[in-house]
């Protein structure tokens, strides 16, 4: 077994894939990856009228969203799940 990347989250991204698709707007993933102020900021605009929520959705699918430590949340499960 490969030892885990230090720049890789223990974050799971189909969770924060869930949360930005239904609560983006309300800024649930931002939340999630630790991120409160963008979390609240996003919340008082609605997700920047959308847009934040559209370029989220994007870096999240491609694997290029971060966690509040800079690390990438990119696995699909959270490291021990299943």
């Given amino acids: ?3 885990p990347r230090s720049d890789i989250s223990p974050k799971s991204r189909l969770v924060t894939l869930l949360l930005c698709y239904f609560v983006g707007v309300f800024g649930g993933h931002r939340f999630y990856a630790g991120k409160y102020a963008m979390g609240v900021l996003q919340l008082v605009t609605l997700g920047g009228l959308g847009v934040w929520v559209v370029i989220d ?7 290029y969203f971060t966690d509040c430590d800079g690390h990438r949340i990119f696995r699909w499960m959270e490291p021990g799940s299943v």
């Fill in 1 to 3: 077994m490969d030892a």
């Fill in 57 to 63: 959705l994007f870096r999240v699918l491609l694997g």
